[in-house]
């Protein structure tokens, strides 16, 4: 049971008697009790009534006494709110029993599209694709196991012309050679091979845009290369998901070339629905709000001045098909947030057209940069994108290093085990830790360090229950009944009734940096109980209860984190 969830149900009708009229409680934590309801503040102004009066007339209303153990008004018009320990056992007690841990299966499952990751065919994915892939995996991983029904679209760029630019290189290599030279995995030096051809050789450009045409045609050589380069950087893609330890798979690949048979019936329709406005040759629609720099109309450019399409045709056929033919009523969308503005205008077209309209609904997750430490966009030292292979190489290798350090006795297969999770680890929950909308610094020594606001922080206390249930020689009673004798017990616990309000606000709102935050609370309020609470020296009965906060602990730590798509470990 969330105790925010708790309070609130029991104030509002309260509120409700004194406002006359539905009122959010406005529970929160505070540092002067438990918790505190700051809505009487909110409501003065509106019923003319000093805040303090108000506070004290809902007081005499609520029904609270089983829950709390005392209920005042201070300062201004706050209600401050403490929980009776025997209420704080009880609930901690049914956590127990709760394989979700107080979390309930969502009652109105729906279907929700996930658009993320989106490498480029031909190129290798850079640190670019890291926060999109890990914050759209965190989404999936959360609504899945709230019941959802998830699909997960990789949406490839996988079409348009330079495919024949590559196609012709590839053509020139031969199919074995180039197959070989793919499935090496240094696709961007096939990149640069034919770019450097393209802008050396006139007649190569020629061929290269002969074989654009052949490949929109159908030529059937040109598509066998083609799937040749398609396939290739498949699997090294799912080469990079393996080592990131994403849930993506090969059956979520779904490339822009797959929506091409749709492109020309969007533009019929919108243009049948009136929507579509011919500007400089191109056919384009100009949703209603967007204006340019100099106050003039925006367009969505649908189709180009030369028959061609581009991304706005190509999402908005996406998004048609998403919601007519799999029935999504949630597209969620991770791209950085220099998008921004395509989104919205697609996301209007597409509501104005009656392909989104409710229940369905769009958001574009936006996401900042990953920095280097001079505050600048990260790149490599010769001044290019930093490989994300090479990115995620470096965090197992570093946090390997820590590992043997720490522990001389690991074995070669325990330090690689708790290198991955820790390194990857590491990285993940640097990016989901930060406000998504905000850029954050790439610090390897904050990373990796197992004190503060990081993975190794939380993965260590993880590993440091799991250390107490190998000296307690057993399990924690699940039926133990819980004693709360000292304050970092009850902290603790007021920590882990904490963590339903928590999914359940991120799953609305897939700020994945409030859960993090949580986790971290929770970390934190454990490690103060270690430290003052004695657990396997203790009296029976208070040492089987401190064993079950400490397993509680730990299965919150786990879930939690897995949610975030990191690993945890029994040792470190």
């Not at 704080?88 to 709760?98: K, S």
């Not at 348009?160 to 030096?189: K, R, V, W, Y």
């Not at 056929?317 to 921004?340: D, F």
């Not at 208070?542 to 470990?569: K, Y």
Request: proline share 4%; net charge negative; glycine share 10%.
């Amino acid at each position: 049971m969330d105790l925010e969830k708790l309070l609130s149900d029991r104030l509002a009708p309260a509120f409700a008697q004194v406002a006359g009229g539905p009122v959010d409680p406005l529970v929160r934590r505070s540092p002067r009790a438990d918790f505190q309801s700051d809505a009487a503040l909110a409501l003065a102004r509106r019923l003319g009534r000093p805040p303090r009066d108000i506070a004290a007339a809902v007081l005499k209303r609520a029904v609270l006494d089983d829950v709390c153990a005392s209920a005042e008004v201070s300062g201004p018009g706050f209600l401050n709110l403490t929980i009776a320990d025997r209420a704080l056992a009880d609930l901690a007690a049914g956590l127990a029993g709760d394989s979700r841990l107080g979390v309930p299966s969502t009652t109105a499952p729906q279907t929700v599209v996930v658009d993320y990751s989106a490498p480029n065919v031909a190129k290798e994915m850079h640190v670019g694709h890291l926060r999109s892939t890990v914050i759209g995996d965190a989404a999936v991983r959360l609504l899945e196991w709230l019941g959802h029904r998830v699909v997960r679209v990789n949406h490839l760029g996988d079409w348009g012309t330079p495919f024949g630019m590559l196609i012709e290189h590839l053509a020139d290599l031969g199919e074995a050679e180039a197959a070989h030279e793919l499935s090496m995995g240094d696709l961007d030096a096939f990149y640069r091979a034919a770019r450097l051809k393209f802008d050396a050789d006139e007649a190569f450009r020629e061929r290269s845009r002969s074989r654009v045409v052949a490949l929109q045609g159908g030529d059937e050589r040109t598509l066998r290369l083609w799937r040749l380069l398609v396939e290739q950087s498949e699997r090294y893609f799912l080469t990079v998901y393996d080592l990131l330890d994403v849930t993506l798979s090969a059956g979520d690949f779904l490339g822009e070339s797959a929506y091409n048979d749709l492109l020309a019936g969007v533009v019929d329709d919108l243009d049948g629905l009136g929507l579509l406005t011919p500007s400089d040759g191109a056919d384009c629609v100009f949703p209603t709000g967007f204006v340019g720099r100099g106050g003039d109309p925006l367009p969505l450019i649908v189709r180009k001045s030369d028959g061609g399409y581009g991304y706005p045709a190509t999402d908005l056929a996406a998004l048609r098909q998403r919601t007519g033919e799999l029935g999504a009523t949630r597209l969620v969308y991770v791209v950085g947030l220099p998008q921004r503005q395509h989104f919205a205008m697609v996301f209007a077209v597409a509501r104005a057209a009656g392909w989104l309209s409710p229940p369905a609904h769009a958001e574009h997750l936006g996401f900042g940069s990953i920095l280097g430490a001079d505050g600048r966009m990260l790149r490599s030292r010769t001044g290019g994108s930093v490989k994300l292979v090479g990115l995620l190489e470096e965090a197992v290798a570093r946090a390997s290093d820590l590992a043997r350090s720490r522990n001389p006795e690991l074995d070669a297969g325990a330090a690689t085990e708790i290198g991955r999770a820790v390194g990857i680890g590491a990285i993940k929950y640097a990016d989901l830790s930060t406000d998504r909308t905000k850029d954050y610094v790439l610090d390897w020594e904050r990373m990796l360090s197992l004190d503060g606001n990081t993975a190794p922080y939380l993965q260590y206390a993880y590993a440091r229950v799991r250390s107490m249930f190998r000296r307690a020689d057993g399990d924690a009673r699940l039926d133990a009944p819980v004693v709360l004798a000292l304050p970092a017990e009850r902290a603790l616990t007021i920590e882990l009734l904490g963590f339903a309000g928590v999914v359940t606000a991120v799953e609305r709102t897939l700020e994945f940096h409030q859960l993090a935050g949580y986790l971290h609370r929770l970390a934190t309020a454990f490690n103060a109980f270690y430290e003052h609470c004695p657990v396997l020296r203790a009296a029976d009965d208070v040492r089987e209860s401190r064993l079950l906060l400490a397993e509680l602990t730990a299965r919150t730590l786990r879930q939690g984190l897995h949610l975030l798509g990191i690993r945890t470990v029994d040792r470190m």
